[in-house]
Structure formats: structure tokens, C-alpha cells
């Protein structure tokens, strides 16, 4: 008797575990039609990952930009929140994930918009407002900060190696196991675990010798040199092979993207100041996105 306990309760828990599952499948929303024009057009002027796709491609890109819209909340807080923010920000999410068809963000359920740099208890104002972008933990959970400039600089600045919403995407990703330390279980084949590993120990001793041009700040400890070369991987490919060849061809079948390969063209549609701004608040260009162009 006592040797069937232990069975059921086992068998009770995976029932649980996949009634659970199917709510979460069903609860999951897929888009039912193409993204807007205007949509498409501020990728294309905002993003030079999706600049660089072939037709194909970019109806994929859009795709899970659509899926991630309608599965994740975007708020700003103390601060608005238009369609070119939510654009972006679904573009950091799919951007490291381009390559898995299946992958979803299902531990992600929102993302707040800060108006400026935050401290670590989450606070605007007062001292030591230096983070960027934070992963939630614990009570913070499932959810998401970013400062909304440090957004809109990472994908403004196509040659620094920065992107700070794609940089917390890709702690997400190395989250997916359970642990954030560098080693994203889900993406890399076991056989190349080790030698990533000892690679991530080689970089940072060359980051501490000043004999790198990785962000020093990726020598904080693995999970940050991850994060900070995926940046580097997804910004600047090309300069990363040059010069660390051995870390781009990991980092290439980490996310199953050879990135040196792509052409990133630079914006190549130019928007008539008095036209509609499209990010669709309504102004016209020289008044809203491009006001900084035609003060």
C-alpha cells in the first residue's frame, strides 16, 4: 500500500502540471493579421536588425513582434508609452530569439518603461540611479524595467556595441534554465558548454588586463559577459569576428545566426517633416520623433 502512494501522488502532479500547461497554451495569443503598414515603416526606419532581412524574414520578424505585443504588456511609468516604444521593445525580445520558431517569452508577462535611469529599489530620483534595465525577481517576477532613453540610444546608436533592451532580453533567455549565470542550457549544445565556458573565463581575464575591447562591464561575472557580448554579437557582428573570432562562432551557434553575413543597411526612408509621425501621436514628424532634427 505504502508503495502506491508515492505513485499517485506523482501521477496526481503531472496531471496538474499538464492541465496547467494547456491553460497556458490557451491562454497564449497569436495574431490574426499583418502588421500595419505604419508599423512596418518604423521598423524599418528604427531597426537595422530588420533592415537587414530578406521579404520572408521580415514577415517572420513581424510575426513575433505581433505575438510578443499581445503577450506582454508594455507600461510606461511616469511616462507615455506610444506604438514606436512598444516596437522596440518587442524588437529586443525577438531579435536573440530570431532563429526558434517556437520560443516564447512565457515567464514574461509585462515590461515598465522607467523615464530615466532607476536605483535598485526601483526609485527615479535621489542617489544611485545608474541601472538601465533590470530582470524582476521575486516579488518582480515576470516582469521587466527599462529606461525608456537607454531603449530608444540602442537602437539610435548603430556602431557603440550597446543595447541595453536586448542586453535584459538575453539575461531572460540565460534565465530559462532556472539559472542566470551564463550558460543558457536552452540554446547550447551540451558539447559546447565547456568550451564556453573556459572561453567566458579567457575573455575576462583579458577585459581585467586591458587587452579587450569588450564593455568592461562584462567582466562583473559570467552572466554579464553574456549579456554584454550577445549585445556586441547583435550590434557591431562583424568588428566581434574581427577580432574575437573564436567568441562570435560560439556565440553564432549559440543563437543560430551568423550576423557578419547580414547587411545592415543604414535608414534609407526619409520622413517630410510635416508629415504624420509614425509612431501615430498624432503630431507631425519635425514636432515629435524628428523634432530633435528641425529645432
Same mark, same amino acid.
Given at each position: 500500500?505504502?508503495?502506491?502512494?508515492?505513485?499517485? /501522488?506523482?501521477?496526481?502532479?503531472?496531471?496538474?502540471?499538464?492541465?496547467?500547461?494547456?491553460?497556458?497554451?490557451?491562454?497564449?495569443?497569436?495574431?490574426?493579421?499583418?502588421?500595419?503598414?505604419?508599423?512596418?515603416?518604423?521598423?524599418?526606419?528604427?531597426?537595422?536588425?530588420?533592415?537587414?532581412? /530578406?521579404?520572408?524574414?521580415?514577415?517572420?520578424?513581424?510575426?513575433?513582434?505581433?505575438?510578443?505585443?499581445?503577450?506582454?504588456?508594455?507600461?510606461?511609468?511616469?511616462?507615455?508609452?506610444?506604438?514606436?516604444?512598444?516596437?522596440? @521593445?518587442?524588437?529586443?525580445?525577438?531579435?536573440?530569439?530570431?532563429?526558434?520558431?517556437?520560443?516564447?517569452?512565457?515567464?514574461?508577462?509585462?515590461?515598465?518603461?522607467?523615464?530615466?535611469?532607476?536605483?535598485?529599489?526601483?526609485?527615479?530620483?535621489?542617489?544611485?540611479?545608474?541601472?538601465?534595465?533590470? @530582470?524582476?525577481?521575486?516579488?518582480?517576477?515576470?516582469?521587466?524595467?527599462?529606461?525608456?532613453?537607454?531603449?530608444?540610444?540602442?537602437?539610435?546608436?548603430?556602431?557603440?556595441?550597446?543595447?541595453?533592451?536586448?542586453?535584459?532580453?538575453?539575461?531572460?533567455?540565460?534565465?530559462?534554465?532556472?539559472?542566470?549565470?551564463?550558460?543558457?542550457?536552452?540554446?547550447?549544445?551540451?558539447?559546447?558548454?565547456?568550451?564556453?565556458?573556459?572561453?567566458?573565463?579567457?575573455?575576462?581575464?583579458?577585459?581585467?588586463?586591458?587587452?579587450?575591447?569588450?564593455?568592461?562591464?562584462?567582466?562583473?561575472?559570467?552572466?554579464?559577459?553574456?549579456?554584454?557580448?550577445?549585445?556586441?554579437?547583435?550590434?557591431?557582428?562583424?568588428?566581434?569576428?574581427?577580432?574575437?573570432?573564436?567568441?562570435?562562432?560560439?556565440?553564432?551557434?549559440?543563437?543560430?545566426?551568423?550576423?557578419?553575413?547580414?547587411?545592415?543597411?543604414?535608414? /534609407? /526612408?526619409?520622413?517630410?517633416?510635416?508629415?504624420?509621425?509614425?509612431?501615430?501621436?498624432?503630431?507631425?514628424?519635425?514636432?515629435?520623433?524628428?523634432?530633435?532634427?528641425?529645432?
Amino acid at each position: 500500500m505504502n508503495v502506491w502512494i508515492p505513485i499517485s /501522488s506523482i501521477l496526481l502532479i503531472l496531471f496538474l502540471v499538464l492541465i496547467w500547461i494547456r491553460k497556458s497554451y490557451a491562454r497564449w495569443k497569436s495574431p490574426q493579421a499583418p502588421l500595419a503598414p505604419d508599423q512596418q515603416r518604423i521598423l524599418e526606419n528604427e531597426v537595422a536588425f530588420y533592415r537587414s532581412l /530578406s521579404e520572408k524574414e521580415k514577415e517572420k520578424f513581424e510575426y513575433k513582434v505581433q505575438e510578443f505585443l499581445l503577450n506582454c504588456r508594455i507600461t510606461g511609468i511616469e511616462t507615455e508609452v506610444n506604438v514606436r516604444d512598444k516596437l522596440l @521593445v518587442a524588437s529586443s525580445a525577438v531579435i536573440p530569439i530570431f532563429a526558434f520558431d517556437n520560443w516564447r517569452y512565457t515567464d514574461l508577462h509585462e515590461v515598465l518603461l522607467y523615464p530615466r535611469r532607476f536605483n535598485t529599489d526601483f526609485e527615479t530620483q535621489g542617489a544611485e540611479r545608474r541601472v538601465m534595465g533590470m @530582470v524582476g525577481n521575486g516579488y518582480m517576477n515576470g516582469v521587466m524595467i527599462l529606461s525608456k532613453p537607454a531603449l530608444e540610444k540602442g537602437f539610435k546608436n548603430e556602431t557603440d556595441k550597446k543595447n541595453t533592451a536586448v542586453h535584459e532580453f538575453v539575461h531572460l533567455i540565460d534565465k530559462k534554465d532556472g539559472s542566470v549565470d551564463g550558460v543558457p542550457a536552452v540554446l547550447l549544445e551540451k558539447q559546447y558548454s565547456i568550451p564556453w565556458i573556459d572561453l567566458i573565463r579567457q575573455k575576462i581575464d583579458e577585459i581585467y588586463a586591458g587587452k579587450s575591447g569588450i564593455n568592461p562591464y562584462g567582466a562583473t561575472n559570467r552572466a554579464e559577459f553574456f549579456a554584454v557580448v550577445s549585445e556586441y554579437f547583435f550590434e557591431r557582428p562583424r568588428l566581434l569576428k574581427k577580432h574575437h573570432p573564436e567568441l562570435y562562432d560560439l556565440l553564432k551557434k549559440i543563437f543560430k545566426q551568423d550576423m557578419a553575413r547580414r547587411n545592415f543597411r543604414k535608414k /534609407s /526612408s526619409q520622413l517630410h517633416p510635416n508629415k504624420p509621425c509614425p509612431c501615430q501621436s498624432g503630431k507631425k514628424f519635425k514636432d515629435c520623433c524628428g523634432s530633435k532634427h528641425y529645432q
